[in-house]
């Protein structure tokens, strides 16, 4: 009885080893087979992405709040440790800024007077809808992150996506209660700017490091380390305006820009609704979306 | 009729184990952890876990699973879908087929390997992101990225064999 199941084991351990080698092959048949269908139709994969990614969303909002708990009790210690400088510094601050206040004030009922004059089309209204960082990214050739807006939120394909201190990506998937952002300095990321001092246009090219560079910039341009970028609002898309970041250098290997958003310490993203009658519109008279 | 509910009830539980573990340990990997200079980085929790038993106990991390756990890493990260389920993939069959060597072979030829094997995996990732991309992206976060996987391992392995034990001891 003991050899009999010896021989077969004997003869079935090949079997089951060739049926291991097989399931092994398939699969790997099956990975192609969604490179390939990622490639030609991202539709399908974007909708089951979003669909797995919402799943996990409220997982996720959970356990991202003690981490940015604990952060913020990191940040008191070192905010606490420069007190003394950190005060003098905003002395100083608040005295500059109360001069720009009212240089604002002046220009703003300035501005206000001209456009009257002229009759000028106001720009159209931005709505903002706020949301939590809850996702980073899970690998090395991707910048991107998930927050808690969704479609049920108006968290909408393309919207722009801002911090307190700028211009951060835009939101790339949505999915009911999630959206992923794609961040401007990720490889895939095109976003239309301006120069601020020079008003030459230029696309922000991401490239998976922290400085992402400009394309498309005119060849004898006098953009200099120091100069503004903003978005453009060419397209439609983003309002025009928003603050992205400085150039950090400018030479005859292209123009790196520093973006004003550190993503290291982004907790909330406010999205921005930005309705552009008319051209979005479809026949029917409704936005698509 | 009831205990061999109960007893199948078990063996499923106990099959689904180091998957669910392994899932958990993904979607750990992108909560945001804000620490200046190193939100890009994410160490690789499927690779872990999918050298770790398919050197240990392949039979409990089946190649299907392999796959999901695949498919998931990549919805998570954002990365282009099949790329990341290749590479677990090619790594499980080498590291199957190899195990025999390794048997009873001391836990800082295990780490070595699997330094081997991230290293490995790292540089493919990056050739076929370069090859998708169409362009040559920077190495740098995949170095990075692999020495701190490859430096998480003993602490990741630990609790994989604590789980393991668990496992057998309720054989």
């Given at each position: 009885?003991?050899?009999?199941?010896?021989?077969?084991?004997?003869?079935?351990?090949?079997l089951k080893a060739w049926s291991q080698?097989?399931?092994?092959?398939?699969?790997?048949?099956?990975?192609?087979?969604?490179?390939?269908?990622?490639?030609?139709?991202?539709?399908?994969?974007?909708?089951?992405r979003a669909a797995v990614v919402d799943?996990?969303?409220?997982?996720?909002?959970?356990?991202?709040?003690?981490?940015?708990?604990?952060?913020?009790?990191?940040?008191?210690?070192?905010?606490?440790?420069?007190?003394?400088?950190?005060?003098?510094?905003?002395?100083?601050?608040?005295?500059?800024?109360?001069?720009?206040?009212?240089?604002?004030?002046?220009?703003?009922?300035?501005?206000?007077?001209?456009?009257?004059?002229?009759?000028?089309?106001?720009?159209?209204?931005?709505?903002?809808?706020?949301?939590?960082?809850?996702?980073?990214?899970?690998?090395?050739?991707?910048?991107?992150?998930?927050?808690?807006?969704?479609?049920?939120?108006?968290?909408?394909?393309?919207?722009?996506?801002?911090?307190?201190?700028?211009?951060?990506?835009?939101?790339?998937?949505?999915?009911?209660?999630?959206?992923?952002?794609?961040?401007?300095?990720?490889?895939?990321?095109?976003?239309?700017?301006?120069?601020?001092?020079?008003?030459?246009?230029?696309?922000?090219?991401?490239?998976?490091?922290?400085?992402?560079?400009?394309?498309?910039?005119?060849?004898?341009?006098?953009?200099?380390?120091?100069?503004?970028?903003?978005?453009?609002?060419?397209?439609?898309?983003?309002?025009?305006?928003?603050?992205?970041?400085?150039?950090?250098?400018?030479?005859?290997?292209?123009?790196?820009?520093?973006?004003?958003?550190?993503?290291?310490?982004?907790?909330?993203?406010?999205?921005?609704?930005?309705?552009?009658?008319?051209?979005?519109?479809?026949?029917?008279?409704?936005?698509?979306? | 009729?009831?205990?061999?509910?109960?007893?199948?009830?078990?063996?499923?539980?106990?099959?689904?184990?180091?998957?669910?573990?392994?899932?958990?340990?993904?979607?750990?990997?992108?909560?945001?952890?804000?620490?200046?200079?190193?939100?890009?980085?994410?160490?690789?929790?499927?690779?872990?876990?999918?050298?770790?038993?398919?050197?240990?106990?392949?039979?409990?991390?089946?190649?299907?699973?392999?796959?999901?756990?695949?498919?998931?890493?990549?919805?998570?990260?954002?990365?282009?879908?099949?790329?990341?389920?290749?590479?677990?993939?090619?790594?499980?069959?080498?590291?199957?087929?190899?195990?025999?060597?390794?048997?009873?072979?001391?836990?800082?030829?295990?780490?070595?390997?699997?330094?081997?094997?991230?290293?490995?995996?790292?540089?493919?990732?990056?050739?076929?992101?370069?090859?998708?991309?169409?362009?040559?992206?920077?190495?740098?976060?995949?170095?990075?990225?692999?020495?701190?996987?490859?430096?998480?391992?003993?602490?990741?392995?630990?609790?994989?064999?604590?789980?393991?034990?668990?496992?057998?001891?309720?054989?």
């Open positions: 009885m003991k050899s009999h199941a010896g021989s077969m084991l004997r003869f079935a351990s090949p080698r097989f399931t092994l092959a398939l699969l790997i048949g099956a990975s192609v087979a969604l490179m390939l269908l990622d490639r030609a139709d991202s539709i399908i994969i974007e909708r089951t799943a996990i969303s409220p997982i996720l909002d959970v356990l991202s709040r003690p981490v940015s708990g604990a952060a913020e009790i990191l940040e008191n210690v070192g905010e606490l440790a420069n007190l003394r400088e950190e005060n003098a510094r905003l002395r100083e601050d608040r005295a500059r800024l109360l001069q720009w206040q009212s240089v604002a004030r002046e220009l703003d009922a300035q501005n206000q007077a001209l456009r009257e004059l002229l009759n000028l089309v106001p720009d159209p209204r931005a709505r903002f809808i706020s949301a939590r960082v809850i996702g980073n990214t899970a690998g090395p050739f991707v910048r991107s992150a998930l927050v808690t807006a969704g479609y049920r939120d108006g968290a909408r394909k393309g919207q722009a996506v801002m911090t307190g201190e700028g211009f951060a990506g835009r939101v790339s998937e949505v999915g009911r209660r999630s959206a992923r952002i794609l961040l401007l300095t990720d490889i895939n990321s095109r976003i239309p700017v301006l120069v601020e001092r020079t008003r030459e246009r230029a696309v922000l090219a991401g490239d998976n490091t922290n400085s992402p560079h400009l394309l498309y910039l005119p060849p004898n341009s006098g953009t200099t380390p120091g100069d503004r970028i903003v978005t453009s609002g060419h397209g439609g898309i983003f309002p025009p305006g928003l603050p992205v970041g400085v150039v950090s250098s400018a030479g005859e290997d292209g123009v790196s820009v520093q973006p004003f958003v550190d993503w290291s310490r982004v907790e909330y993203v406010r999205l921005v609704d930005y309705e552009l009658p008319g051209i979005l519109l479809s026949p029917s008279g409704h936005r698509p979306d | 009729m009831k205990s061999s509910l109960w007893h199948h009830l078990d063996l499923v539980a106990r099959t689904l184990w180091p998957f669910t573990l392994t899932v958990l340990l993904l979607i750990l990997g992108i909560v945001p952890l804000q620490i200046p200079h190193l939100a890009p980085v994410s160490p690789g929790f499927a690779l872990i876990s999918v050298y770790y038993w398919a050197l240990h106990r392949p039979t409990i991390l089946p190649a299907p699973a392999v796959f999901l756990v695949g498919v998931l890493n990549d919805f998570f990260g954002d990365a282009p879908v099949g790329v990341g389920v290749l590479v677990l993939l090619i790594v499980y069959g080498i590291i199957v087929s190899q195990r025999r060597n390794f048997l009873g072979a001391p836990f800082a030829l295990v780490w070595l390997g699997f330094a081997a094997v991230a290293a490995g995996a790292a540089f493919a990732a990056w050739v076929i992101s370069s090859l998708l991309f169409g362009t040559v992206v920077d190495p740098r976060p995949a170095i990075f990225d692999c020495l701190l996987t490859v430096g998480l391992y003993p602490a990741v392995a630990h609790l994989f064999a604590r789980a393991q034990r668990g496992l057998s001891r309720r054989d």
